[in-house]
């Protein structure tokens, strides 16, 4: 179908739906408000979810409200789901977990899986055909997917692109949305730290460190096994792969070649934590709970709950509060959590955690608050300083200083 002839359609539609549809919300919501907005993006909405009653009221958002039973959500995944325990699993978790807290109906939710996020073609076939199905809202989940959904947003504004990670967005139909992750890395850390005997703790790194989004989340991991372990190093290998399973092993098993005893994570399979239970050494995971693929090796995993930023963010368009702000939530919202402490973990390990955790909860500190050093001798925070939201997704390209390249 021609691009503008569907674009008329499309806008015609939402206009018939305004006219003719109800606009009630769903009964329960249990999305928390979001938090600072990155870089430079408008203020999130800090208010709760908009009640039965308020849907009813005049629409303070960009677009109309669209009836719930009219809605279809369009999810695009870098592999599939079924794959158990990964990023895109736990994306797509949170939104089965959307879906449920709504009372949307399976049909409602279309999938596109297995979606290169290095062929801009696979992306645009797939965001378009969740048009051509009817999709208002599309949350596409890998960082790759960013200029495409750009591009796209811009020849379809009557239809809302999220884009998960990444920093582009244009205030209205397409934003971005990621979290304060770095402070379970923060907490992941300590476990690290104190388990470790050869002070030689290893990283899975999917991206070099001109992504900040990886090296920031190393950086704070390193920084939590610095905080109670000062004497040891965190060796990093990157596979240049968001999703690389044997190269996430070997990388592993490299790692642990090196004398690493404790392997840590940002990548998409469990096989960094599998690689550890075969060599007899312990892990750190991401993304779910790992725990339950090396239950040997796993002492804790940090994870998100990433329903807390999709229930928000479906629930403004039912009820037509969709303001184009981009979404930065933390461990206070909900979507940032760490899995419980494994029996492998050194006995004083949940003091630490719970006293770095309730720290971070005050709102008093954050992980990015200075003194921070690079591993080249710079100071990049000083002291008495935090870094800034758009320096922590953007501008982190400098490792801790007891973190050694491999």
Not at 275 to 287: D, I, L, P, R, S
Request: some cysteine.
């Amino acid at each position: 179908m021609n691009k503008k002839i569907l674009a008329l359609l499309m806008a015609f539609a939402m206009i018939f739906a305004t006219a003719c549809g109800s606009s009630t919300a769903p009964a329960s919501s249990a999305a928390p408000a979001s938090s600072a907005a990155p870089a430079s993006s408008a203020p999130a909405d800090a208010s709760e979810p908009a009640s039965s009653e308020a849907a009813e009221a005049p629409a303070q958002g960009l677009y109309p409200p669209v009836a719930k039973e009219d809605l279809k959500v369009g999810v695009i995944h870098i592999t599939d789901p079924a794959e158990g325990s990964g990023y895109t699993y736990t994306h797509d978790q949170g939104i089965v977990g959307m879906q449920q807290k709504l009372g949307l109906s399976d049909d409602q939710i279309v999938r596109k899986n297995n979606v290169n996020d290095q062929d801009a073609s696979a992306i645009e076939t797939a965001i378009l055909e969740c048009i051509e199905e009817g999709c208002q809202v599309i949350f596409a989940t890998s960082w790759g997917y960013m200029d495409t959904c750009e591009a796209i947003a811009a020849e379809y504004p009557e239809v809302i692109i999220s884009h998960g990670t990444g920093y582009k967005s244009n205030g209205a139909n397409f934003n971005n949305y990621f979290g304060r992750i770095y402070q379970s890395r923060y907490l992941t850390g300590i476990a690290a730290g104190l388990k470790t005997k050869t002070n030689k703790i290893g990283y899975v790194a999917a991206q070099n460190k001109e992504n900040a989004e990886v090296t920031g989340g190393c950086d704070a991991f390193a920084m939590g096994v610095a905080s109670v372990n000062p004497d040891a190093e965190v060796y990093v290998k990157v596979t240049g792969s968001w999703f690389d399973p044997e190269g996430e092993k070997q990388a592993a098993e490299a790692l642990i070649a090196e004398g690493c005893d404790v392997i840590g994570q940002h990548c998409d399979t469990p096989n960094p934590a599998l690689a550890a239970e075969e060599k007899g050494v312990w892990a750190v995971g991401y993304n779910s709970d790992m725990s339950k693929d090396a239950p040997k090796a796993v002492l804790t995993s940090t994870m998100w709950d990433w329903s807390a930023y999709y229930t928000k963010a479906v629930e403004d368009v039912i009820n037509g509060t969709w303001d184009g702000s981009n979404y930065f939530g933390g461990m206070a919202d909900g979507l940032v959590t760490m899995a419980p402490l494994s029996d492998l973990c050194e006995e004083g390990t949940q003091e630490k955690v719970d006293e770095a955790e309730a720290k971070i909860l005050s709102g008093e500190w954050d992980v990015f608050t200075g003194p921070i050093e690079d591993n080249e001798g710079n100071v990049v925070c000083a002291e008495g300083e935090k870094l800034s939201d758009a320096d922590i997704t953007g501008g982190i390209h400098w490792y801790y200083k007891n973190v050694v390249l491999k």
